[in-house]
């Protein structure tokens, strides 16, 4: 099979769900399982509050923020905006990795390549709003890693990235489900979010003074690519849960396709600030993976 056709090779999917669910998690534990299965992969750290991905992907300390070589967040007098105040597409959003200083990137020993979008929680009272950190999200396009690697973007927890519409930049979603019903709850509304915009519902414009802006905003909407939201269940201690959680899912119509374990070494992992080892979590992965594959090939 050539790097072209494989399932996942020159897709964006974004990792989704409720705070402390497991997102950094299972991107980090996607992005090692699919360079092990030979897809070039490029990692987007788009979180905005979360720390700590580029040491489970096995880095000493994270790459600049992009936020600063697009001129920093309009609310600290850069010149990003807000998607939601501003749709405009990023100026230079598509980058040659050729052409970007390579303090704005890593790539580990497994080849995959690391880039961090912002964080806010340096910037100081009255400017911690992240909307540019969501355009970033939305627009950015690296080329240069090959061919057609497969992105994987981790995003900020909760609703707020994809009610900005960065989902419109992506072809699928993995929401991560931890034994919450707030977890549930999002897991349905992302759903929800996304079958509203391949039915054609445009967003809310109300606040837009310009009409260009309403019709650019429409626009991106219109042309978004996004196909299907899938749920990976995580930190399940138990069949009971699981069934639980199932059952509650497919009441809405959601299908779980796979399922993490509770694994006491990953919050090791995450309270030591190691890289994610071989642990019985890339077992799950893999089972994930596989059954993603047939659904997206279906």
Known sequence: MTEKNKSFSGTRIGILGKGGSGKSTVTALLAK????QNYQVCVFDADSTNLGLHQALGFDKP??????????????????????????????????LDKLPNN??????????????????????????D????????????????DYPVTLIDLKAGLEDPARGVITGLDWVITVVDPTNAAIQIAIDIKNIINQIKSGKL??????????????????????????SFVLLNKIK????????????????????????????????????TSLMEIGARKDIERFIKRLKKNILE
């Open 33 to 36: 399982t699919l360079a092990n």
């Open 63 to 96: 790459p600049t923020p992009l936020i600063h070589y697009f001129g920093g967040a309009i609310f600290s007098g850069g010149s990003v905006t807000c998607p939601v105040d501003d749709p405009t597409p990023l100026p230079g959003a598509e980058i040659s």
């Open 104 to 129: 704005y990137y890593l790539q580990n020993q497994e080849g995959i390549f690391l880039f961090a979008l912002g964080k806010i929680g340096d910037r100081g009272p009255g400017a911690g709003c």
């Open 131 to 146: 909307g540019p950190i969501s355009k970033i999200t939305r627009d950015l396009k690296i080329s240069g890693i090959g």
């Open 203 to 228: 967003p809310a414009t109300r606040h837009l003074k310009n009409p260009a802006l309403v019709k650019t905003a429409q626009k991106i909407f219109k042309e978004a690519k996004i196909k299907d």
């Open 238 to 273: 138990d069949k009971e849960i699981e069934s639980y959680l199932r059952k509650k899912l497919e009441e809405k119509g959601i299908e779980p396709l796979g399922i993490m374990w509770e694994d006491p070494s990953i919050s090791l992992s995450w309270l030591k600030e």
